[in-house]
């Protein structure tokens, strides 16, 4: 007899893919492989892998990818202060061309002709995994159920899955939805659909309220080598241990708590809300050193940037060419960037208290307001009079109309 034809679907083991995989392998009639992605979630995982089996699953592939979506994904963000309309720090959308890579790759291995998600058509995440998915095999078919079947609600997704025999516990404990990852967690829907209403303070995993954090200040020192976070308090860690460090010590202390409307690529507006304790750390210690060792007008023109590149990646463009252009832009801006940043935490604050480099721009006998030898005040007459010409010829030109 033929084998089946193989489809890879992105799982997690939730609702939404637990019915999408059993709807698969009926529609299809194919051999669904799931494929469960380890980005520090903080769930059992081989749980998971036992209900996709009882599911259907012919196969689970669940893959460890913690140290490559620091590594290659986050830290690259970092180095490009990248940030969405001002505050989002992107762990979502920085995790997703990761998954869909990974699974891209399964599929090819596998000879599947399709791969699979449980994005909804309303949705970043569905732009983000297809994206990708055509960046990296064009030829590749993918099923997006929530485009296709006519389970249209929640109520119909638990009916779907009681028929089937599909264990799904469902509970009002958390009327929202959540993704975690080792840089965030992220809040939406159900009670946070009413932009009036205040988050809940039981509802936050990794952050103490500021109210309730410590009342003494905790110092630390973090240290970067070209733009790339390598120690905490002098120790050498990889970015997994680094990273996990610094979410406990600014979880504890109420740093990373982010409330936004923001702009979905799809057209609406939609409301978030982010912990992100270590890398709101990362991002206000690493441009502390690019102040201390980075050029003005590359600074002005790396900064210039920023927008674009967040917005490349909540879009979900992170295998495109404009993307590989602009990363390089960045990682040629980096190469001074190292040194030692001191940073005092304390209730949801994160402020500097000292910072260091070899490659220091600053020159105390420069910027003292002191006597000094090197620099002639009386030369800033002809620069600022150089400055103003084009402003005085303005002038000059609108009195001669009069």
Request: one cysteine or more; hydrophobic letters at 40%; charged letters at 30%.
């Amino acid at each position: 007899m033929a084998s089946k034809s193989k489809i890879v679907l992105a799982y997690s083991g939730g609702l939404d893919t637990s019915v999408i995989l059993k709807w698969l392998a009926e529609k299809y009639d194919a051999e669904i492989i799931a494929f469960v992605a380890d980005l520090g979630q903080g769930e059992d995982l081989e749980a998971a892998r036992e209900k996709a089996l009882k599911t259907g699953a012919s196969k689970v592939y669940i893959e460890d990818l913690r140290e490559e979506f620091l590594r290659d994904f986050v830290y690259p963000a970092v180095q490009a202060n990248a940030v969405y309309e001002g505050v989002y720090l992107l762990g979502t959308s920085l995790a997703r061309p990761l998954i869909a890579k990974r699974q891209i790759e399964i599929a090819k291995k596998e000879k599947a002709f399709a791969v699979s998600h449980g994005s909804t058509g309303k949705g970043n995440d569905q732009v983000r995994f297809e994206l990708t998915y055509y960046a990296l095999d064009p030829s590749i078919k993918v099923i997006a159920p929530w485009r296709e079947w006519d389970l249209n609600s929640r109520t119909a997704l638990i009916d779907y899955a009681e028929k089937h025999g599909i264990p799904v516990p469902v509970t009002a404990a958390k009327p929202y939805s959540c993704d975690r990852n080792l840089l965030h967690i992220s809040y939406e829907g159900g009670i946070l659909e009413d932009p009036w209403s205040e988050p809940p303070d039981d509802m936050f995993e990794l952050t103490v309220s500021p109210e309730k954090a410590p009342d003494e200040p905790v110092y630390i020192d973090i240290d970067f080598e070209s733009g790339v976070p390598t120690k905490v308090d002098g120790k050498a860690m990889k970015p997994a241990k680094l990273l996990g460090t610094l979410n406990k010590i600014g979880g504890a202390n109420g740093v990373g708590r982010v409330d936004l409307v923001e702009n979905r690529f799809v057209g609406m507006k939609s409301r978030g809300v982010y912990e992100t304790p270590g890398g709101t750390i990362l991002h206000i210690a690493h441009r502390a050193l690019e102040s201390l060792t980075m050029d003005r007008e590359v600074m002005h023109l790396r900064d210039s940037l920023i927008p674009k590149i967040s917005e490349l990646i909540y879009y979900g463009f992170w295998y495109s060419p404009e993307m590989e252009m602009l990363r390089a832009a960045v990682d040629e801006s980096q190469k001074k960037v190292t040194g030692t940043i001191r940073l005092k935490i304390y209730k949801g604050n994160v402020m500097l208290a000292g910072r260091r480099s070899p490659n220091s721009l600053y020159n105390p006998d420069l910027a003292t307001f002191e006597e000094d030898s090197i620099y002639n005040q009386a030369d800033a007459t002809g620069f600022i009079k150089l400055n103003a010409l084009r402003l005085s010829m303005r002038k000059l030109l609108e009195e001669k109309k009069k």
